[in-house]
């Protein structure tokens, strides 16, 4: 009998090279994302005078830095023009395959991954990039490295690891109407806290989990980073072999049968141990948001934001002090009276044409108070929702519609809000100058962005949802 | 890499929990390259105001930080970004040593990757320290090979994955090692192709 193991535990063990004396494992690397930060690596790779081992298994993705606004070459600021070119270059004296800038398949690393097919279950693939655990929704042991892990992935192919710990997060019933994955994923990192997580590779179950599209089960993996996980994973089902079939990179015919085949073993044993399990109940979930600096700062829409002085842990305090001081917030004051300047959706957590789906919903027919950024994760996003009028929905509210990057989650392409705005976003971190100096985020799901633009104030999606049934 | 064995330095507090790596550099830096140094990049929106001139009350900017190559902060120290620019800014700027009670998982692995320790201590024992430099003790002593902190004569015990542990007393690179494995790597590949051969991109 062999001993009971863990969806994670398959995969690790199925790509361990070689173990040496100190317990780290070297691990074969399926897939490879390189994007234009990826840049540090290839010098290291330069200087060295070494080539990539295995540029078939790369894939270059121009996201961080492109424009959203303006691609005609002239208009682009000469700076990120040169971020996008030194990829290009590096992609193209490696053999690298490239989604460029111009390329019509360009997107965000991690939506475009799992959209051409290069996500598939069981695989290891890793990116210079922290949310790469994103790649986990399909049984995927996916992780974010540092450059000088990219630099050695590029060179072997493989890196040298040691196992983190298992975590298990089951969230068993049905969600509540206008709740989503990425109300789920708030409400546990509020629980378990930012480094709740850590040294752990999380794996989401229960029927809940079950019950989410790819969509949401990518926003779920993809925030795990936020509670310091190492990775998250959904194992692999009916729903993700449906999502695979047919894509561009994905296996074919006979292959497919044969992967279908493994990738039906991937799931956790009955018996199998983690060393933690916590559990979250599907019908308590609320719509979340963040009103501090940290993703653990969230709170159901409904709560007030805390005080302070009713907090007796002193680093506690300190930081809700620092949180609020950066925040221009009161303490205890009704999250849902704070006024909003500006909304962003998009980023790898929330630009899935689901997501583009559930604000869109709320926005049909209404009009938005302020301004807001709407940014596709992919090219190929965008098209489908100007097949389906999304966009005539978004331009028709007032919200500007533009082209695929990482834009406003990261503000490297020069999409940022100016100090002391207060923007109501898609994406995953609202950590102090995330989105520009001085500007302040509050995380939460399309629905709840796309109600907060409607209002001008964070606002409980619901009451619109109610307004649009009478 | 330079091994790390015993060392004696300037400590400064940053009494901060959750000091992401957004912070310690933002993301509007991380085009320069590395041959260009991350130095003035660290905590710049922290350190400088928006005239460029340094806010006194930063921790990093008193005099007596001045020379730090230790670092002492509350929990959750590095957290988001996998950005190694936060490693090199840290580096660049002369430190050697982050004391914390819990890291990101991937800025401490890019630390180990650079031979910056991240010493992970308890939470009410990382605020007896802050206490301590606080209060005109601004030196420590870190001993890897013991696992000790000393701070005035007061003595703290940290943690660090022992893999990890061997690495930075080693000053180790692992792509060395890995590269002598090439053959390993090859025998995989060729085992890999006939048990998955849907892996491949064509
Ligand atoms: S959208 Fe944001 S989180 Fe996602 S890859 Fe881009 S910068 Fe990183």
Redesign the interface.
């Known amino acids: 009998m062999t001993e009971p193991r863990t969806l994670f535990d398959k995969i690790w063990d199925a790509h361990v ?2 173990r ?1 004396e ?3 494992e ?1 691990l ?1 690397i ?1 897939r490879h994302l390189v994007h234009e ?1 990826s ?2 690596a290839f ?1 290291k790779l330069k200087e060295k005078r070494a080539k990539v ?1 295995r540029p ?2 790369t ?1 270059g993705v121009a996201d961080h830095y492109v424009p959203t606004r303006n691609r005609d070459s002239n208009a682009i600021a000469p ?1 990120l023009a ?2 996008i070119r030194q990829l290009d270059e590096n992609c193209r004296s490696n053999g690298i ?1 490239l989604f460029g800038l111009t390329d019509p398949r360009q997107g965000i690393v991690h939506v475009i991954g799992p959209e051409q097919g ?1 996500t ?1 279950p ?2 290891t693939l890793v990116c ?3 949310h790469t655990s994103t790649h986990g929704a399909f049984g995927t042991l996916a992780f ?6 990219v ?2 992935v590029l ?4 890196l ?1 690891q ?1 196992k ?1 710990k298992k975590m298990r997060v089951t969230v068993d019933g049905a969600l509540p109407p206008g709740t989503s994955a990425k109300d789920i994923a708030l409400s546990m990192i509020a629980r378990i ?3 709740g997580a ?2 752990h590779a999380i794996e989401y179950a229960g029927s809940a989990v079950r019950a989410l599209s790819m969509e949401g089960r990518l926003t779920l993996c993809n925030l795990s980073i936020e509670s ?1 996980a ?1 990775c998250g994973m959904v194992a692999p089902d009916e729903t993700t072999f449906a999502y695979v079939e047919g894509r561009p ?1 994905a ?1 074919k015919d006979g ?2 049968e ?2 279908l085949a ?1 990738w039906r073993q991937l799931t956790s044993d009955a018996d199998a141990a983690f060393d933690r399990e916590i559990t979250l109940r599907g019908a308590e979930i609320a719509p979340t948001v963040t009103w501090g ?2 993703p ?1 700062d969230a709170l159901p829409v409904n709560a007030s934001v805390p005080d302070p002085n009713a907090v007796a842990d ?3 305090a ?2 809700i002090r ?1 949180a609020l001081a950066y925040m221009g917030l009161d303490p205890g004051q009704p999250i849902e009276t704070i006024a909003i300047d500006r909304v962003f959706i998009g980023s790898c957590t929330n630009s899935r044409i689901e997501d583009l789906r559930s604000a869109a919903g709320i926005l049909a027919g209404r009009q938005a108070k302020i301004p807001g950024l709407v940014s596709p994760g992919s090219h190929l996003v965008k098209q489908q929702a100007e097949q389906e009028g999304l966009d005539r929905i978004f331009l028709a509210a007032g919200l500007e519609w533009v082209d695929s990057g990482c834009s406003m989650c ?3 392409n020069g999409d940022i809000a100016s ?1 002391g705005q207060r923007c109501a976003s898609t994406t995953n ?1 609202n ?4 989105q520009g ?1 001085g500007a302040r985020t509050h995380l939460m799901s399309p629905a709840m962005a796309a109600a907060a633009a409607v209002t001008g104030r964070i606002t409980d999606m619901r009451e619109l949802l109610r307004e649009q049934a009478r | 890499m330079k091994p790390f064995d015993i060392l004696h330095a300037t400590a400064c507090a940053l009494p901060l929990a959750s000091v992401d790596t957004d912070r310690i550099i933002p993301a509007r830096f991380l085009k320069r390259s590395r041959a260009e140094g991350y130095g003035p990049c660290l905590f710049h929106d922290m350190r400088l105001d928006e005239n460029g001139e340094k806010r006194p009350d930063f921790p990093l900017n008193r005099p007596e930080a001045q020379g730090a190559e230790i670092l002492v902060a509350r929990r959750n120290f590095g957290a988001g970004s996998s950005r190694e620019a936060a490693v090199y800014a840290l580096m660049d700027s002369g430190f050697r040593c982050v004391i914390a009670p819990s890291f990101g998982d991937i800025f401490a692995a890019n630390s180990v990757n650079n031979g910056l320790l991240p010493a992970k201590v308890s939470e009410s024992d990382a605020e007896e320290m802050l206490a301590l430099l606080e209060s005109g003790h601004p030196s420590a002593t870190v001993d890897l090979k013991d696992g000790l902190i000393r701070i005035g004569n007061r003595s703290f015990a940290f943690t660090i994955d022992p893999i990890w542990r061997t690495k930075l007393l080693n000053g180790w690179d692992d792509l060395d090692l890995t590269t002598s494995l090439t053959h390993e790597v090859t025998e995989f590949e060729t085992e890999d192709a006939t048990a998955r051969p849907w892996l491949t991109l064509g």
Not at chain 1, 431 to 434: A, E, V
């Open positions: 090279v070689t040496r100190d317990g780290s070297l074969f399926d930060g840049f540090l010098d081992r078939d298994l894939v700076e040169r971020m395959r290069l598939l069981g695989l210079g990039d922290s974010g490295i540092g450059a000088s892990e630099a050695h060179l072997t192919q493989c040298w040691k983190p806290g930012a480094d850590q040294g310091g190492r990179f296996p292959l497919l044969q992967a493994h600096i940290s653990e002193p680093s506690r300190s930081h620092e990261v503000g490297m100090p971190r950590f102090k100058g995330r100096p």
